[in-house]
């Protein structure tokens, strides 16, 4: 195994132990979550919108908004006693511990999408028999780029007294395109629709990772270094 | 690098505010110049009627917001580069602008479309893009707000103006398609300009004006930057 992915392994590994311990954030996370469903069954007026039609957005603005929760907890646990020093003086390359973070990050944003799919279900009364594999493909693939910017971000909101409200503010904007083209795909896989009508958007999802994997791993060590 | 850079001097900072105090006023005698010469010597278009007159503000207006935010982003990829504070200094300027800027873009805007789309605001894709600049740079000055060390504020609002370069392509894309694939009521576009001369001439006066206001305000800015680090300085001793 490559040395620097041994290392992204360790810094993950370091924090999902921590997390593992306490499971503070990761329920409060998932409970969240299961919130966001429920508020948004009783944010429709049963009459005149039936759950089918409003299923993929209330499916991906759940995500975005548990995401978000879960993401901030990445770094404010290195804020209390300054851990994050300890962190830095560690003998490892800025792009491990960007690939450790951002790979915990995914974890936990992970875990809380595989508890919200199934209550998604049961809430939304959706049939996935047909599109299962397709909808977490489409997880996997919006995911990872907003989690990218969200691990950078992060790193930054937690020196100012405001993370929790700056983390959404600044990355919101950043979460359009993956959950645009996430909920195009899932209304599409949902309607039974040939994966031609997906491509292209498959496509700026691909992109949007790519691109924004790279830039934060690039920018972030101007974030942590002095 | 940074760190041997002499703090400005307060002698310096009235200069520059002095200077970008002249150009804004300059600058806002003319575009009160720009009402006279669009309501009484240019022609009334003749379908949009007296509601087309907003177009020689909005795009003025549109046009500096976009300037500012691009110099936003091509100035955070220099800042990482060089770490020069006068480009994050100028940044910071460039993107309070630019939000006013385009505060003066996204109000103009939905008061032309009311009579003439017969609705404020639909999900354009020209219209949700710049909507999403406009709370991109708000997040850009509230993380701005919030950071007190100042090479970490240039640092960090350095990282956020580059990420929006490159996000801006992707929501363009994304609003695009979105609403290409999902076809809205119909809505009427503006059409390509082929203005009569005496429209064109108003617009380009208009345009030249508010970029300078937009060169006066971002000095304006700049200076009062240079103002608060000198006080900074003066009070650490």
């Given at each position: 195994m490559p040395e620097g992915l041994r290392l992204a392994l360790v810094v993950a590994g370091k924090d999902i132990r921590a997390e593992l311990r306490s499971k503070t954030a990761l329920l409060s996370a998932t409970v969240f979550a299961a919130l966001v469903l429920v508020i948004f069954n009783f944010a429709r007026d049963p009459t005149a919108l039936s759950a089918a039609d409003l299923a993929p957005s209330a499916l991906w603005v759940t995500f975005a908004f548990a995401a978000m929760v879960a993401m901030n907890r990445a770094f404010t646990v290195e804020r209390e006693h300054d851990a994050i020093d300890g962190l830095l003086l560690a003998p490892i390359p800025r792009e491990a511990l960007f690939a450790g973070k951002l790979l915990a990050n995914l974890a936990f944003v992970a875990t809380v999408e595989a508890v919200a799919l199934p209550l998604f279900v049961l809430f939304?009364?959706?049939?996935?028999?047909?599109?299962l594999w397709g909808i977490l493909g489409t997880a996997v693939l919006a995911t990872i780029g907003f989690v990218a910017v969200g691990t950078v971000f992060g790193a930054m909101v937690v020196?100012?007294?405001f993370a929790e409200l700056l983390l959404p503010v600044l990355l919101l904007p950043f979460m359009v395109p993956p959950l645009v083209g996430a909920v195009q795909v899932t209304s599409r896989l949902l309607a039974d629709r040939p994966l031609s009508e997906m491509l292209g958007w498959l496509r700026i999802l691909a992109a949007y990772d790519v691109v924004f994997v790279t830039l934060a791993a690039l920018v972030f060590s101007s974030v942590v270094d002095e | 690098m940074s760190a041997a850079v002499p703090p400005p001097s307060r002698d310096r900072a009235r200069a520059v505010i002095r200077r970008g105090t002249v150009l804004s006023t300059i600058a806002l005698l003319g575009i009160a110049g720009v009402y006279v010469l669009a309501a009484a010597f240019t022609p009334i278009e003749?379908?949009?009627?007296?509601?087309?007159?907003?177009f020689y503000l909005h795009v003025p207006a549109a046009w500096s917001a976009l300037l500012a935010f691009s110099l936003v982003g091509i100035v955070s990829v220099l800042y990482l580069w060089l770490e020069d504070p006068r480009l994050d200094r100028f940044a910071a300027s460039s993107a309070e602008v630019g939000v006013v800027f385009a505060a003066v873009m996204l109000t103009t805007g939905p008061i032309w479309a009311k009579?003439?789309?017969?609705?404020?605001?639909?999900?354009?894709a020209r219209l949700t893009l710049t909507l999403f600049l406009f709370f991109l740079f708000v997040g850009y000055l509230s993380l701005r707000g919030a950071l007190h060390d100042r090479r970490e504020r240039a640092r960090f609002s350095a990282v956020v103006g580059i990420m929006g370069l490159v996000l801006v392509p992707f929501v363009h894309l994304s609003v695009y398609l979105f609403r290409t694939l999902h076809p809205q009521p119909i809505v009427l576009k503006p059409s390509a300009?082929?203005?009569?001369w005496e429209m064109l001439r108003t617009l380009l006066v208009s345009t030249l004006m508010f970029t300078l206001l937009y060169v006066g305000l971002v000095t304006l800015r700049y200076g009062i930057g240079l103002a608060a680090e000198a006080r900074e300085a003066h009070d650490a001793g």
């Open positions: 939304f009364n959706v049939d996935l028999s047909r599109s020196r100012t007294r | 003749a379908r949009q009627g007296v509601a087309q007159k907003i009579p003439i789309w017969g609705t404020w605001w639909t999900w354009d300009p082929s203005l009569p």
